[in-house]
């Protein structure tokens, strides 16, 4: 299959990616790892005048600690996340969802940012990005923003980032006493997800200060489960808190029935998952001196 | 537009059309037909080639992205007119049946043992968990990337346990 026809541009300089977004807007779309975006042009499901490979660039490729929080840069790939020893040792979320994105090969060349980017609700990276708080920073020629993970999915493939707007970084708190998850079920190695959750705890003094619970491939986009972050938060680490948490994650979750399964299923796996996935996380963040 | 892509070691000149794929890239215009074609939609693996030494899906890749970058496919294994020990690995041990997957396989291998000289089945499992066999020949190639590795390493270090001198 070949894709449709289009112009093609590999820029050295942010400014120049900045420039050519801002002056073609929607009819441009940018070329990261090109794991999702080239099947959709085979597939015929978008037909961009013109694709802004941004591998040229320099500086886009960090994945580093600076001033408390991560930094994850446009073109790290789910590999660099894979194998990063700062990941497993700090951000637990993160390191357990890395080598379970697709399949080794589309690991090689996929980007992070570029998952969260093409919004695929069934994408990993951004149940995520949910479950540890992430920021989005979002660059333009008229400057930058920072836009909240929760604010940043808007539907099905869509967000809230401008034609104009490069993804250029996703930012996530540094947080001791940490614990997280990510537990996903798939047909088979490289599939999306049936469904998956995502899960953070932070532990403050022996209770839960806070947690996290990011949800993929149950709605319309990737979800937070806010009722079931509230009453984490500040509870005593028990069974039923976790079983009724469990239970509101579940609620949050709307499935489709499909090839994968049906919505109750799906939503059984949810509430399975977040369970498993917080006991899992409390033991990690108690391990790494949580009392 | 004007690329150059060094495929298995020779500089390649070319005009392509950006919309073109490496894989129509390797397999029309430069007449390198061992990276197959199966699924062409990302999920089969069977079109793997390394691009600067790392495993990638050509079919998922643009020709115009290779510009300036290594590219090897199994044509570019054999070593001196002979097979890799990857090769020879293989065919030893009974590695492929149909053989529709194994140019990708090799890849795949030289890749993971580059990477990891002696890796566990699971490690090779994992590895290769992006490269489907509807043969279903799993296990003899897990031998053979395993078999493939110990040749690569030579001779086995074994530590001799230490022996008491003893006195006549």
Redesign the interface.
């Given at each position: 299959?070949?894709?449709?026809?289009?112009?093609?541009v590999?820029p050295r300089s942010l400014d120049e990616v900045l420039d050519l977004l801002a002056e073609h807007g929607d009819e441009a779309k940018v070329?990261a790892g090109?794991?999702s975006l080239?099947?959709v042009?085979?597939?015929r499901l978008g037909e961009p005048a013109l694709?802004v490979?941004i591998?040229r660039l320099d500086g886009l490729g960090d994945l580093a600690e600076d001033g408390g929080q991560l930094r994850v840069g446009a073109l790290v790939r789910h590999r660099d996340a894979e194998r990063s020893a700062l990941l497993h040792e700090r951000y637990p979320t993160m390191a357990a969802a890395a080598p379970q994105v697709?399949?080794?090969?589309?690991r090689?060349?996929g980007t992070v940012c570029g998952s969260l980017a093409h919004a695929d609700p069934a994408g990993d990276w951004g149940a995520v990005m949910l479950a540890v708080g992430a920021e989005l920073i979002a660059r333009s020629r008229g400057g930058s923003r920072a836009i909240a993970a929760r604010d940043f999915f808007d539907g099905p493939f869509t967000t809230v980032l401008r034609p104009d707007e490069l993804l250029v970084e996703a930012r996530v708190p540094a947080r001791p006493r940490t614990g997280g998850a990510y537990l996903k079920l798939e047909r088979k190695?490289?599939d999306f997800a049936t469904a998956a959750v995502a899960v953070r705890v932070t532990m403050t003094d022996g209770r839960i200060g806070d947690a996290g619970i990011g949800l993929t491939a149950v709605g319309p986009s990737n979800l937070e489960a806010t009722e079931a972050q509230a009453v984490l938060s500040g509870a005593e680490p028990s069974n039923e808190a976790f079983r009724e948490a469990a239970e509101l994650a579940a609620a949050a979750a709307s499935p489709s029935a499909d090839t994968r399964g049906s919505a109750e299923y799906k939503r059984n796996v949810i509430r399975v998952f977040t369970e498993r996935g917080l006991h899992q996380s409390v033991a990690m963040a108690t391990a790494a001196g949580g009392v | 537009?004007e690329i150059t892509v060094t495929v298995n070691g020779t500089a390649h000149r070319v005009d392509v059309?950006?919309?073109?794929?490496l894989v129509?890239l390797l397999r029309e215009r430069l007449r390198l037909t061992g990276t197959h074609v199966g699924c062409?939609?990302?999920?089969c693996?069977v079109c793997?080639v390394l691009l600067d030494g790392?495993?990638?899906?050509s079919c998922?890749?643009?020709a115009?992205?290779a510009?300036g970058r290594g590219v090897q496919t199994v044509e570019g294994l054999l070593e001196g007119g002979q097979p890799s020990p990857i090769q020879a690995a293989f065919k030893q041990e009974h590695g492929l049946q149909c053989g529709f997957c194994t140019p990708a396989m090799l890849l795949?291998t030289k890749a993971l043992l580059a990477d990891n000289p002696d890796p566990t089945e699971e490690e090779v499992r994992?590895?290769l968990?992006?490269?489907l066999c509807r043969c279903t020949g799993y296990v003899n190639i897990v031998r053979a990337v395993r078999a493939a590795a110990a040749t690569m390493r030579g001779p086995e270090q074994t530590a001799e346990p230490e022996r008491e001198e003893v006195p006549a």
């Open positions: 299959m070949l894709p449709p026809p289009f112009d093609y590999a070329l090109g794991q080239i099947p042009l085979k597939l694709l490979d591998n697709s399949d080794p090969l589309v090689n060349l190695v490289g | 537009m059309e950006p919309r073109l794929l129509h062409d939609t990302t999920s693996g793997t790392v495993p990638i899906k998922t890749f643009l115009v992205q510009d795949a994992w590895a968990s992006g490269n």
